[in-house]
């Protein structure tokens, strides 16, 4: 069974958006089907940079988790929870910390780039190194076997496999070497073109209502280099095209490429059909969406309940790592 297991967390930034969407929930709702997933919210890996500011990340984990349910992540098919309900997550971070060389996590490319890129924290800590034996123990603890994973997280995934073989050699086989499991996935650009985050303040949210979806998409740049509407536009260098492709049906697409290639059809007028069709497509998700946080504890009991059934498993492995260890 353990083989058809999969694991996969977000860190907590609160509502998701289109990005995250496209990007990561929708491959898990397809192998939600086929394999027993187990989906958490990564509150821990949030402390290495939020260490100085935690008040946000219960509210962010509860808006997180209401667009995964809200989606489809289905509590009855997937076991959906909080990495910080399950402390056997840290107990095997601890043991994994003694074994993994310093020189490995400070190699990972990640781990500079972040901290250039948010120079404005103290990243010089131990917490924020140990990032990567953090996110092994998140996936070896259930003896994982594929780990969806976006592009930038494979460096991160390749210490975990080094981290669980250097285990397996010096304790014995406790531990399969997870495999990435990359998808293809669409860029999904923000309205200024730039890719879609929520830091860039350029995002449409899952959860954003209708008018505010209108409001967005009718501010998003397009082909930049059509300055008026009788100059003919041309979809592959439009930002807002790229949407078109998830939202709006193939034959509506091709209508609106002969319409802008001819300057026949303006930019606002057609990201007014884009508007409608992501409003009509996203209505029924949001509708759930409300209807869950109508509800308070919802988000709670799911995770409550994920949890104990992550420890559960957790739990065993660490019965053989202790074996293993001899410690
Ligand atoms: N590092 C991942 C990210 O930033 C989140 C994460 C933490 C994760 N632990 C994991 C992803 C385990 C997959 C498996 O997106």
């Known amino acids: 069974m353990s083989n058809k297991r999969i694991v996969s967390g977000m860190r907590p930034t609160g509502k998701l958006h289109l990005g995250h969407f496209h990007g990561v929930l929708s491959n898990w709702l397809e192998l939600q089907k086929s394999y027993e997933c187990f989906f958490f919210a990564a509150d821990w890996h949030s ?11 219960k509210d962010s984990i509860n808006e997180m988790v209401l667009d995964w349910l809200a989606f489809g992540i289905d ?19 601890l043991i994994l910390g003694m074994i993994t060389p310093v020189s490995w996590l400070e190699r990972n490319p990640t781990y500079k780039e972040m901290q250039e890129n948010l120079s404005t924290k103290d990243l010089s800590t131990f917490g924020f190194l ?9 996936i070896i603890v259930y003896k994982s076997a594929k780990v969806p994973v976006g592009q930038d997280q494979v460096p991160h995934l390749e210490i975990t496999r080094e ?66 509407k009788k100059d003919p536009g041309e ?19 091709d209508e609106i490429v002969v319409g802008c290639r001819s300057a026949e059809l303006g930019c606002v007028d057609c990201k007014k059909i884009l508007a409608q069709c992501m409003i009509d497509t996203l209505a029924p998700f949001r509708a759930k969406r409300e209807e869950l946080a109508s509800k308070p504890g919802v988000v ?13 498993v957790a739990k065993e492995t660490m019965n053989e790592v202790r074996a293993a260890l001899k410690v």
């Open 47 to 57: 402390l290495t940079t939020e260490y100085a500011n935690t008040d946000g990340i």
């Open 75 to 93: 509590p009855e098919q997937s076991v959906i929870f909080e990495q910080s309900k399950v402390p056997q997550h840290a107990e095997l971070n």
């Open 130 to 138: 140990g990032y990567p034996v953090l996110m092994a123990s998140d």
């Open 163 to 228: 981290i669980a073989r250097r285990f397996n050699y010096l304790y014995g086989e406790v531990f399969p070497e997870p495999q990435a499991l990359l998808t293809e996935t669409p860029k999904v650009l923000g309205l200024d073109g730039r890719k879609m985050s929520k830091s860039y303040n350029n995002a449409i949210f899952l959860s954003d209502d209708a008018e505010t979806t209108r409001k967005k998409v009718l501010s998003m740049v397009t082909d930049t280099q059509r300055v008026y």
């Open 235 to 253: 979809p592959d260098r439009c930002v807002a095209f790229a949407l078109h492709s998830l939202y709006v049906p193939q034959e509506k697409r």
């Open 300 to 312: 709670d009991e799911v995770l409550t309940e994920g949890s104990r059934k992550a420890e559960v």
